[in-house]
């Protein structure tokens, strides 16, 4: 059975945290709408049966069955989601200037609820979580660095295309730097960064994130205040 035939998919403001979506059903999307973000999962593909002469595939079609949860994101999003309710407790001067700046609703150039999220996410973790009861965010990140790649300690942000993820990069970069500059030895923020491209054409769109660039996207998309 098909999917769904939806004509207006549209459901949340790219600025506001998403309120409803769309239901899974056995057979696919449908088009009833619940209330209340979705769950983070990802999609597990089935091979499907073999025919003989044809190389076998995967079938990939989204149904409910298929659907496994990303539970450890799930609990650092309702976390970060809390600790946003507070008033971001714990953060640095500068990084609270940063995010009532970023935050502020009369911005000419509003950033989308998921960019400001992903800032919020990296912010607590590196600033808040251990002050706020989540040691185990670190921790379990630790052994998971520790399995894959001793020695090199990482996390990611999965984005869609189109989210603004060349913002965030601005982002993260002035909040390291500006922190560094206000405390020097606070082990916490660097301002050397190192950004890694699959190729020139990237790297070259890749220059606005220079501060010496033309149109570097600090100014160009109101990172950082002028004033």
């Not at 059975?1 to 979506?21: G, K, T």
């Not at 999003?77 to 502020?104: A, I, K, Q």
């Not at 916490?188 to 996207?217: C, H, K, M, Q, W």
């Amino acid at each position: 059975m098909a999917d769904a035939v939806i004509d207006n998919p549209i459901l949340n403001s790219p600025f506001s945290e998403p309120a409803r979506h769309w239901r899974f059903g056995e057979t696919g999307i449908t088009n009833e709408i619940v209330e209340g973000r979705r769950p983070s999962s990802y999609f597990m593909p089935i091979p499907a049966s073999k025919i003989r002469g044809k190389q076998l595939q995967l079938e990939t079609q989204w149904t409910r069955d298929r659907i496994e949860e990303n539970a450890r994101i799930n609990r650092v999003r309702e976390r970060v989601t809390d600790w946003r309710s507070l008033g971001w407790p714990g953060v640095t001067p500068t990084t609270r200037r940063l995010l009532e700046y970023w935050t502020n609703e009369e911005r000419e150039k509003p950033l989308f609820f998921c960019q400001i999220e992903a800032l919020e996410t990296a912010i607590y973790l590196t600033e808040c979580a251990t002050k706020q009861g989540d040691a185990w965010i670190g921790n379990e990140l630790q052994t998971l660095a520790d399995e894959q790649n001793p020695g090199l300690y990482r996390t990611a942000f999965k984005m869609a295309t189109g989210s603004g993820k060349t913002v965030v990069m601005a982002m993260l970069i002035a909040w390291h730097t500006l922190n560094k500059q206000a405390n020097p030895r606070d082990a916490r923020f660097s301002d050397a960064f190192l950004v890694v491209t699959p190729g020139i054409t990237i790297r070259d769109r890749l220059r606005v994130l220079l501060p010496e660039s033309p149109d570097n996207y600090y100014r160009e998309r109101d990172v950082v205040s002028a004033a």
